[in-house]
Nanobody
Framework: QVQLVESGGGLVQAGGSLGLSCTTNGNIFSISTMRWYRQAPGKQRELVAAVTSGGSTNFTDSVKGRFTISRDNVKKTVYLQMNSLKPEDTAVYYC???WGFGDFWGQGTQVTVSS
């Protein structure tokens, strides 16, 4: 069973930075697309950023220029660096591993941005 463990969430003031990490025990990490989603209270879960097995990245418009996503296939870890944080970035952030046979999810980590 593939497991994903996120870390790095917390409370930060607007304009600040946080870095999230997601580590997996899965041997399929290097061939998987890794994604970060977030879900704010009362809202649907939304895709924030993704990085393919080849290293291509994409971001939702609201975080472009502020967030970066990267991966380390040796450490089986994906990172989300969040800069210039805004109160509207407050949400539970989930790591997702996507490959040809399905998806796996982490438990989520809370990010709270105070104004």
């Amino acid at each position: 069973q593939v497991q994903l463990v996120e870390s790095g969430g917390g409370l930060v003031q607007a304009g600040g930075s946080l870095g999230l990490s997601c580590t997996t025990n899965g041997n399929i990490f290097s061939i998987s697309t890794m994604r970060w989603y977030r879900q704010a209270p009362g809202k649907q879960r939304e895709l924030v950023a993704a990085v393919t097995s080849g290293g291509s990245t994409n971001f939702t418009d609201s975080v472009k220029g502020r967030f970066t996503i990267s991966r380390d296939n040796v450490k089986k870890t994906v990172y989300l660096q969040m800069n210039s944080l805004k109160p509207e970035d407050t949400a539970v952030y989930y790591c997702n591993l996507h490959w040809g046979f399905g998806d796996f999810w982490g438990q989520g980590t809370q990010v709270t941005v105070s104004s």
